[in-house]
């Protein structure tokens, strides 16, 4: 028996068979590109009927879907991809196959994936922080996720770090606007337009390909201005892991998600900076570590979710 996960993410939709042993055997990524709307919804259906065609003995289907899942109406609020507000996709993939689906937030299953496959394994109380183009917490509470009373806990792209409150925080929060991918490059291209003589590496940055990752290769050539970006991101990094630290204290905070890939080197400046704001006592007994999953951590966690619909199929 195997099950199918789809990790779908604001720029792009990944698939993979999985075992029950949690093994990949086949995985595919696909970009979004400028799809919107119903074109997402039927990309993700087109692929399903497909795999279903190609791969033996599926049976049944995890999503995960960045922003909210909604699990009485089964509807999808996704910022990041176009007419996403309400968007009826439990009832679209019913409508393409008969096997049974399963649907939850990008931040649950990031969790579930760490706890399954990754560095959370064996934890009951967990939060895995993920930082990509947002920025999204998936927390473990005494062994069960939080989902909060409309399915929206985890949320933290809208945790308030700094002050004054500024109007540009509305679409996406304080946190996410500083220290997400999308922030990095905000942040990096107001700091150039107010720079005098500035020569360095990311003199020619406002242009459609800019991204975080031009500010993490600025970096390393010590360039002035990506260091002080770099450095305002690790000290909301920080403040934000407090935050978490004092609230819930978990065993791990696990650091995921597009930029922990190349942030991952802060993680002791990161934890510096955490120990100055978090409960003491509680600072003391997390440990605050890269992801072991990566790029798969979203496929994992739909995978588990998709192999509890599955077990439970069997048990009924």
Same mark, same amino acid.
């Given at each position: 028996?195997? $099950?199918?996960?789809?990790?779908?993410? =604001?720029?792009?939709?990944?698939?993979? $068979?999985?075992?029950?042993?949690?093994?990949?055997?086949?995985k595919?990524?696909i970009?979004?590109? @400028?799809r919107?709307?119903?074109q997402v919804?039927?990309l993700?259906?087109?692929?399903?009927?497909?795999?279903?065609q190609t791969?033996d003995?599926?049976?049944s289907? =995890?999503?995960a879907v960045?922003g909210?899942?909604?699990?009485? &109406?089964?509807? $999808?609020?996704?910022?990041?991809?176009?007419?996403?507000?309400?968007?009826?996709? *439990?009832?679209q993939?019913?409508?393409a196959?008969?096997?049974?689906?399963?649907i939850? &937030?990008?931040?649950?299953?990031y969790?579930?994936?760490?706890?399954?496959?990754?560095?959370?394994?064996?934890?009951?109380?967990?939060?895995?922080?993920? $930082? +990509?183009?947002?920025? =999204?917490?998936?927390?473990l509470?005494?062994?069960?996720?939080l989902r909060?009373?409309?399915?929206?806990a +985890?949320?933290?792209?809208?945790?308030?770090?700094q002050q004054?409150?500024?109007?540009?925080?509305?679409?996406?929060?304080?946190?996410?606007?500083?220290?997400? #991918?999308a #922030?990095i490059v905000?942040?990096?291209?107001? *700091?150039?337009?107010n720079?005098?003589?500035?020569?360095?590496?990311?003199?020619?940055?406002?242009?459609?390909?800019? &991204?975080a990752?031009?500010?993490?290769?600025?970096?390393?050539?010590?360039?002035?201005?990506?260091?002080?970006? *770099?450095?305002?991101c690790?000290?909301?990094?920080?403040?934000?892991i407090?935050?978490?630290?004092s609230?819930f204290?978990?065993?791990?905070?696990?650091?995921g998600?597009g930029?922990f890939?190349?942030?991952v080197?802060?993680?002791?400046?990161?934890?510096k900076?955490?120990? @100055?704001?978090?409960?003491?006592? &509680?600072?003391?007994?997390?440990?605050?570590e890269?992801?072991?999953? =990566?790029?798969?951590?979203?496929?994992?966690?739909? +995978?588990?979710?998709a192999?509890?619909r599955?077990?439970?199929?069997?048990?009924?």
């Amino acid at each position: 028996m195997t $099950v199918l996960a789809i990790d779908l993410g =604001g720029t792009k939709l990944s698939f993979a $068979v999985l075992t029950e042993q949690g093994d990949i055997l086949v995985k595919k990524t696909i970009a979004l590109e @400028k799809r919107s709307a119903n074109q997402v919804g039927d990309l993700i259906t087109d692929q399903i009927r497909e795999l279903q065609q190609t791969s033996d003995n599926i049976q049944s289907i =995890g999503i995960a879907v960045p922003g909210i899942y909604r699990h009485k &109406s089964g509807t $999808v609020w996704a910022p990041n991809i176009p007419g996403w507000e309400d968007y009826p996709l *439990l009832q679209q993939i019913k409508d393409a196959t008969i096997i049974p689906v399963v649907i939850d &937030s990008d931040r649950a299953a990031y969790i579930l994936g760490e706890v399954w496959k990754g560095n959370a394994k064996g934890c009951s109380n967990a939060i895995y922080l993920a $930082v +990509g183009t947002g920025i =999204g917490a998936g927390i473990l509470v005494d062994g069960e996720i939080l989902r909060g009373e409309h399915d929206i806990a +985890g949320a933290i792209g809208w945790m308030a770090l700094q002050q004054p409150f500024k109007e540009k925080y509305i679409p996406c929060g304080c946190f996410e606007y500083h220290a997400s #991918g999308a #922030g990095i490059v905000k942040i990096t291209l107001e *700091l150039l337009a107010n720079a005098d003589n500035y020569q360095g590496a990311l003199s020619k940055a406002a242009t459609d390909t800019f &991204s975080a990752y031009d500010v993490f290769n600025a970096y390393e050539q010590n360039d002035v201005i990506a260091t002080e970006v *770099l450095n305002i991101c690790i000290r909301f990094w920080g403040m934000a892991i407090s935050n978490l630290v004092s609230l819930f204290n978990p065993e791990k905070i696990i650091l995921g998600g597009g930029i922990f890939g190349p942030a991952v080197r802060f993680i002791p400046e990161i934890t510096k900076e955490a120990a @100055k704001w978090a409960q003491p006592i &509680s600072m003391k007994h997390v440990s605050i570590e890269a992801s072991l999953t =990566g790029n798969n951590a979203g496929l994992y966690g739909a +995978g588990r979710l998709a192999w509890g619909r599955a077990l439970d199929r069997v048990d009924r």
